[in-house]
């Protein structure tokens, strides 16, 4: 696995954890063609059309995502449900779509691009439903779809 884009590797590299303790459902891709864990897209990313500060506005969102699943992991090895639950509903899930989209004001996203920045709060938000059962597999596999979510993503677009 070639480390060529630093931001992205951190996610590849949980995602890529994830996979081999075996938590990680088949064929969960967006386009379904990648191999499991799979960093580098089989089509070429689309890159997005935005004002710098619509960039950085975006990547900021980006970097609170990862932030917000090592608070979850971490929360989740302390046993702490109710901490982990809150971090994904408020940081993953719909309240952070909105923050998203007022922080990207004007932005033009392709229609797909917003297909899969909602699935992923979806997905999150089950996250925090699954949290809620305080049974470890389960949550590990939604925990698993939702880092998908992520990958999905950065298959598909670029800035
Ligand atoms: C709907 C699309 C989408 C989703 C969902 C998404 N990302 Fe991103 N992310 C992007 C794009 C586009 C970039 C820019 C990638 C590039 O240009 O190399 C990016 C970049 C990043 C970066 C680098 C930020 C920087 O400062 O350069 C991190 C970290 C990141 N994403 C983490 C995540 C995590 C964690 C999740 C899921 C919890 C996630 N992303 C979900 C689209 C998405």
């Known amino acids: 696995m070639a480390r060529q884009r630093v931001g992205m590797s951190v996610t590849a590299w949980l995602v890529a954890g994830l996979w081999a303790a075996g938590v990680a ?12 864990g799979a960093v580098e897209p089989s089509v070429p990313p689309v890159r997005l059309e935005l004002e710098p500060a619509q960039r950085e506005a975006l990547k900021l969102t980006m ?3 990862l932030a917000a699943l090592e608070a979850i992991v971490s929360a989740l090895g302390r046993q702490d449900y109710r901490a982990a639950a ?7 899930g719909f309240p952070k779509h909105h923050e998203a989209m007022q922080r990207e004001r004007g932005a033009q996203l392709p229609k797909q691009y917003q297909d899969l920045a909602l699935a992923h709060h979806q997905a ?4 925090a439903e699954a949290i809620a059962t305080k049974e470890m597999p389960p949550i590990l596999r939604q925990l698993a779809r939702t880092i998908q979510s992520c990958t999905a993503c950065h298959r598909a677009y670029r800035l």
């Open 124 to 127: 999150a938000e089950a996250l």
């Open 25 to 36: 459902p088949a064929g969960t891709n967006a386009a379904g063609t990648e191999p499991p």
């Open 63 to 65: 970097r609170e995502h």
């Open 86 to 92: 809150d971090v994904a509903h408020l940081k993953l």
